[in-house]
């Protein structure tokens, strides 16, 4: 028998499905009629049969609900299949208690509006069901359905649950609670591929659409794009047109996310405001996005481990099948395999890595204090992370040598995984921070902690190119650590050390333990000026700094009040806050601190600079340098990693105006961006005016 469906009367039908916020979404998306027509065939009063069957073969259901404060926040519930039934058409019981760390545990009252979602990931079937708590018995929910209606299987990621026992006698973490995400957060939030969104219109005159909503979210790693600790953007796909979410949020702006880490079990609740975007140039930015959700974070909470499943790889939706190839493709041309061939524990914190070329070409020449680029396959991540590595070695012609640090998500990552015969993709060593093998002056290695490892590079490159006939010229290397259990490279520094004349190694240790002793040119204290100073014969020198930023600013200033002139002083710029320089003349310096002639330091051409979510307004001159100077320099929070245009990490979205680079840039800029750590506004137009808008 052929169905017949009333026709579209207009936005002031009052037996709409759809309250007045998504009749809006949907007039400014152009789907009135459509959605009006789907809407009428699809969202049933009750639960079909095929509903109420796909409910009950779950082991989780999401669940969107609001606090006393009217915060939504998307939950999971979890049990063996059957925990979810429908006790008829009209009515769903969803028995287990909340998991630890449920924000809506005790949150549920009988005639709270509740959303429901059951996801099948391995069919990519989801199904919803919205209604109202009728009654709270021995932890389960029992809803009265006002809504249900399926979605398609558009970006859903298929993978396989299974069901981890908790021991009684294992103890449960406790929840954590902050205003802005942490590393862990950001880690989590880089790999993601699905998160689930909750919101709300509980106003009288919603009419039948009034509820609660609970939807899923799913795109390819990195989709989920961080603005700032406390600012996400997420694409919006085209979808089934109700726009129930988007409707929503446009009634009221709050929202609760919920992102699942698959291979720990924790969860990460998040209450945010909600910002809808139609801009087209910002859009370009996530391929088949239609509209941006841009979520201003005003809640974190991680429930760690609480989600008793653990999941089969990922196979990823079928629309992202063309954009991943892409991707890999891109990568192909840019990035050379090379294999693990030795690892060496330098310290407990520090190992040492050997790379050779897997195709067993040679590799490319580098200047001692250069850096590797290297991709790091972070698991569950379509695209690893890319990261920078200083080469702890001289260039041999055969192999790299990398000496990392365990301190953040990366270099965690490459302790705990890497073994012989690991594959890492590198790209060929860059940077401008670098040994000037042609000044006869003797050279000064000045160094902290981790920032040793340019400097064996420079030293091991001095000593091979040494002969009898021509001896290296004179080098004094200055090394600060707590002790010498926290040292690398203690025994090359002692073969250094006995040599020759050439090398002077001075090792200071700043927090020695009680049976230390000052064997082997170990000193107590820790480097600074005074004891520079002491150390020296009086000579003219060129100084090499490498090290903690704070190590590095109290050297340069200390340098410079000696009168050491600045093209003198070379620096390895990294992490916020780098080293201003002080010019001895017009010579200008390249963000790594090495001497440019690109510019001179008199170019008085300024530009504003607009922070426009920050709500400042800056003006720049060339002695600001960089773009994330600039923000840093005047305490706006921005992210950063590599500094030099490699890992994309400071793209920021440029609204107005042109940004100039210097140096060469391996990172992506996208439509619409630019990269702050090596952007500069474009002054080459005074007449113009330069004037800059950045998304920050």
């Known amino acids: 028998m052929t169905e017949i469906f009333t026709p579209w009367p207009g936005p002031s039908a009052t037996d709409s499905p759809f309250h007045a916020g998504e009749l809006a979404i949907q007039e400014r998306a152009d789907v009135l009629a459509a959605a009006w027509s789907s809407g009428q065939r699809s969202i049933r009063p009750f639960m079909p049969d095929q509903h109420q069957a796909f409910f009950a073969e779950q082991p989780f259901m999401v ?25 008829d058409a009209k009515t769903l019981r969803i028995a287990g208690a909340a998991l630890p760390g449920d924000p809506l545990g005790d949150a549920w009252k009988i005639g709270s509006m509740i959303g429901g979602l059951g996801l099948q990931p391995k069919t990519r079937r989801r199904n919803r069901v919205n209604g109202v708590i009728k009654s709270l018995d021995d932890n389960a929910l029992t809803l009265t359905v006002s809504q249900s209606f399926g979605n398609c299987a558009k970006y859903i990621q298929s993978r396989t649950p299974t069901f981890v026992a908790r021991s009684e006698s294992e103890p449960v973490q406790p929840a954590s609670h902050a205003a802005a995400l942490d590393d862990a957060d950001r880690m989590l939030l880089e790999r993601a591929d699905t998160f689930f969104i909750a919101s709300a219109n509980i106003a009288e005159d919603a009419g039948r659409a009034r509820g609660v909503d609970v939807s899923h979210r799913g795109g390819t790693p990195g989709f989920v794009r961080i603005d700032d600790a406390h ?25 609760g996310l919920l992102f699942v880490d698959f291979e720990r079990g924790d969860l990460i609740y998040m209450a945010a405001d909600a910002e809808i975007i139609w801009d087209a140039e910002q859009i370009k930015a996530f391929p088949g996005a239609e509209r941006l959700v841009r979520f201003h974070i005003r809640e974190v909470r991680r429930s760690p481990g609480v989600l008793p499943f653990r999941w089969s790889p990922v196979e990823f939706a ?90 953040g998500i990366a270099s965690t990552w490459l302790h705990d995984h890497v ?26 290695l000045l160094s902290a902690g981790i920032g040793i490892t340019p400097m064996m590079a420079i030293l091991n490159r001095a000593k091979a190119e040494g002969t009898a006939a021509a001896p290296p010229r004179a080098m004094h290397f200055i090394h600060g650590a707590r002790n010498h259990h926290e040292r690398p490279f203690a025994d090359d520094l002692k073969r250094s050390a006995s040599t020759g004349t050439n090398v002077s190694v001075h090792l200071l240790d700043s927090k020695p333990e009680p049976d230390d002793d000052a064997s082997h040119g170990r000193l107590r ?96 001159a060339p002695k600001d340098g960089t773009l994330l100077e600039l923000a840093e320099a005047n305490g706006i929070p921005t992210e950063s990693n590599c500094r030099v245009g490699e890992c994309g990490t400071c793209s920021t979205r440029l609204r107005e105006g042109r940004v100039a680079y210097s140096g060469q840039v391996d990172a992506e800029i996208k439509p619409g961006c630019a990269l702050l750590c090596v952007g500069r506004p474009d002054v080459s137009d005074v007449a113009g005016g330069a004037r800059i808008v950045l998304d920050l």
């Open 318 to 407: 079928p629309q992202f099948t063309a954009l991943l190839a892409a991707r890999k493709s891109e990568v192909s041309k840019s990035w050379r395999p090379f294999k693990v061939v030795e690892i060496r524990q330098e310290t407990s914190a520090i190992r040492s890595f050997y790379l050779e070329a897997v195709d067993g070409k040679p590799i490319a020449a580098f200047e001692p204090g250069q850096y590797l680029p290297i991709q790091i396959p972070v698991a569950g991540r379509e695209e690893p992370l890319v990261r920078t590595y200083t080469l702890s070695d001289a260039h041999d012609g055969l192999r790299y040598r990398i000496s990392v640090k365990r301190e």
């Open 231 to 255: 600012t996400l953007t997420t694409p919006d796909f085209s979808g089934n047109r109700f726009f129930n979410t988007l409707g929503n949020l446009t009634h009221d702006p709050r929202a």
């Open 419 to 444: 073994e012989v015969g690991t594959q890492i993709n590198a790209k060929t060593p860059r940077g401008s921070f670098f040994f000037d093998a042609s000044s006869p002056r003797p050279a000064v």
């Open 525 to 620: 204290g820790r480097v600074d000026i005074a004891q520079v100073k002491r150390l020296l014969p009086f000579d003219d020198y060129d100084f090499y700094l490498c090290g903690p930023t704070a190590f590095m600013s109290d050297m340069y200033d200390g340098l410079r009040a000696l009168n050491v002139p600045d093209e003198r002083i070379r620096f390895e710029a990294f992490g916020p806050a780098s080293v201003k320089r002080n010019p001895t003349n017009a010579t200008s310096v390249t963000a790594e601190g090495s001497v440019s002639s690109a510019a001179a330091s008199q170019d008085t051409r300024t530009a504003e600079v607009v922070f426009a979510r920050s709500e400042r307004t800056i003006r720049w």
């Open 63 to 87: 669940l969107g609900g609001i606090d006393a404060q009217g915060q939504p926040w998307a939950t999971l519930r979890v049990g063996a299949p059957g925990f979810t039934s429908a006790l």
